[in-house]
């Protein structure tokens, strides 16, 4: 039977390296944004490293600009590797990314410096980019990883603002030319730490009181996650002299598809998601009837099959819109990740070592996306999540973890990690 070996860890460290990065691409009112290869990121991406070194980790950026701190074990083979991603959405928290790269350099400091050199090698990730936020370039850390990135990608993809992904690479001093050296096969195995960006494990830790063990969850899988571009073309037109039958006001169709797709998701149950959430109304004019409209549909489900049967009904419905308003309908996928099983080995370590610790393993299912989504279908990976509180408001500024779920969950981390390399 395993033993328990308790690694104390500094809570007040992993606080006050969460509130320095959060400094980082603050803005002066709302929350910070860290967009991948913009000039907060590349703040951000000195510091940790500056942070890795400071620790005494063998570092090394990879061709895209993850951060890896290795600590050589005493065998050979390829590291267990701990850590998450350092970007933001825009006006995004403290923790969402972030408590898994500084807790894994918690935890991986404190096993050295109280166990001595580990048996297998461990290694710090701080991934350059998971969000999908400034470019759509869909977690391109993981997928610079494990060799998904297509070679022309650097040259197709722009941010909001038009500017192309290559410039931007260069000017943080990667070329985008030798994006494919990034792949690796060096991960023995991936755990990350992170917060649970929902309200479930909070509302159980409400109705089972104060008193009883804190909560701490193990991820059992990842929910898919499918985008779409609808891009619905009607008719600009004079608002006070166009009659309001006969236009072909775009921004009708997609408001009808945004409030339809919701009914969907909740006709599907509990686990479906689609959500219209950005909007580019062309020309955007008060006195202008809506002659163009482009709107995102984010799909999501743990079941494969549901995902792509909700991207495919959302497809229809935006389709059905546009005939029955004289519209024309054009639709993108830009991406699809499909949902993953984490290894359940792995699982039931971090089950053993949040029960080890005198917490409370609860299984979960991840609803957002991972830098796990991607590696878990390479290499063995499992998540750490962590009660979010503020009902588990995430992705803006309300988002919230207590220092004390944040100490308990890079304690778990440290134990499992403790139990898979020494
Ligand atoms: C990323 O956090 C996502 O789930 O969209
Ligand atoms: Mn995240
Ligand atoms: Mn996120």
Redesign the pocket.
Known sequence: METTQRVEIDGARVQSLLDELHAIGRRPVGGTFRGLYSEAWREAHARIKGWMAEAGLEVRVDAVGNIWGLVPGREAGPPIVAGSHYDT?PDGGKY??QLGHVGALVAVEALRRQLGQPRRSLAVLAACE????RFTCNFWASRAITGAIGADEPYQLRDFDGVLLADEMRASGFDPARVAEAATNEIGAFLELHIE?GPILGRMADAAGASAPRIVGAVTAITG?GRLLVTLTGQPDHTGTTPMPGRRDALLGAAEVALALREMALGVGPLARLTVARMEVFPNIPNVVAGEVRFTV?A?HPEPAVELQLMESARQRAHDAARTRGLECRVDELWNQPPVQMAPALVETVRQSIAALGYRPVDIVA????DSQLLGRRFPTAMIFTITGNGGR??CPDEYASPEDCQAGVEVLAEALRRLAY
């Open positions: 959405v969402d990314g998971e969000e999908g936020s960006q996650t984010d999501r609803g957002a996306g991972h995430s992705h």
